[in-house]
């Protein structure tokens, strides 16, 4: 749509211009914009000062300007590298002493591992010994005591053959041997229980 | 009174004749030899210290310097950076015009108010990108002339105006930027005018054709630039054309 109104505007001015100029006879015009008797000189010398602008600026002005910006970029680019770089190094020590970390990390820990693991096993050693002493001494124990009783149970077996001997002698008068009497005290006291 | 129109008028200053031509030293031709002088002595005296922290005119420099290189890049793409220079005279050639119009000087001058002389700058932007595009693309770049995707019936009718409104840029190009420098200018001039002539009689009417005549400065400044810049964008926009077709 701008295209077509420029178009529009654009072939309007090319209708009308020629015959603003047609219209303006050399001189009689009141617009000094169509008098074409100015026309060479403003050429000539446009042409001359443009050629000039862009001679200077083309060989002076713009090579110039282009070093003064391309020093500046050069400037800021080698400064960003530099930033970069000094970015990855810092990156790397970064890294580096992560590692250093982790492996200090894992060393402790392997080393409270094997702390833990041999306390553990000196424990169950120890448990261990402690135990079988135990049992050996528990053992004795109850050797001894079965001993002991045995002893008794032969000493109070012993006491009731005599008692019963003296008893029998002084009661009915009559003598009986060690051996009967055993065995009627043994009789009695099965009955009896234990 | 001078008439409004009094300030195009064209003064020799020095008389020239060579070959039948007159090809006078006037007030136009000092006007653009001073546009050149200044132009070039502000990008030099600009960038004298070479600092890599500009200051302030080195900024404007480097800002002017920027600002078309963009506009190259924008509209042309970056093969129209080859034509960079060139460009960057025109823009600032058109500049300065302009705003060295703007000077209220007794015998000051906008030679960008003449037709003949917008119509010249832009006929050899107009030759020099059909010269370009014919040079870059051969006789295919007369393909630039059919646009694409149009059905076949409507070409005897849509190639016709193709290329018509491809001939009369040069003529949209220059009346623009002639049409702007000298309504703007014969407007300043009048409300000027008013101001005189009003204050002759009264002094507190005279108030508002000043009003008017400052705010028409300013807009005039505004304007001063954006022709000039207009006329850049265009050029590349037509180099564009040449360079990529389409």
Known sequence: MPRLFLSLLATTSAVLLPILVMAAEPGSSTLPQLDSRTYPSQIFWLIVSFGLLYYLLKTKAIPRIADILETRQDRINADLDRAARLRAEAEAALKEHDRIIAQAQAEAQRRLREAQDRLAADLARHQAQLDAELARKLHDAEARITAAKRAALAEITGAAVELAQAATKRLAGIEVGVEEARAAVLRVAGKGGS | ?246
């Not at chain 2, 970056?78 to 300065?96: S, V």
């Open chain 2, 1 to 246: 009174m001078a008439s409004p129109l009094q300030q195009f008028e064209i003064e020799t200053i020095v008389p020239i004749q060579i070959g039948g031509f007159d090809l006078s030293f006037t007030n136009s031709s000092l006007w653009m030899l001073i546009a050149v002088g200044l132009t070039y002595w502000l990008l030099i005296y600009g960038t004298r210290q070479h600092a890599l922290v500009p200051n302030r005119l080195q900024a404007c420099v480097e800002l002017a310097y920027e600002f078309v290189a963009n506009i190259v890049r924008d509209n042309a793409g970056k093969e129209g950076l080859r034509y960079f220079p060139l460009i960057f005279t025109l823009f600032l050639f058109i500049f300065m015009g302009n705003m060295l119009g703007m000077l209220p000087l007794p015998f000051g001058f906008t030679f960008t108010s003449h037709i003949i002389v917008t119509f010249t700058l832009a006929m050899g932007v107009f030759i020099g990108v059909t010269v370009l595009g014919f040079a870059l693309h051969g006789a295919h770049f007369l393909h630039f002339f059919v646009p694409q995707g149009a059905p076949k019936v409507m070409l005897p009718l849509l190639v016709p105006i193709e290329i018509l409104s491809y001939c009369v840029r040069p003529i949209s190009l220059s009346v623009r930027l002639f049409v702007n420098m000298m309504a703007g200018h014969t407007m300043m001039k009048v409300f000027a005018g008013f101001i005189v002539s009003l204050f002759s009689f009264y002094a507190i009417p005279a108030i508002a054709p000043l009003a008017v005549s400052v705010a028409l400065t300013g807009f005039e400044f505004a304007v001063a630039f954006l022709q000039a810049y207009i006329f850049t964008v265009l050029t590349c926009i037509y180099l564009h054309d040449a360079i990529h077709m389409h």
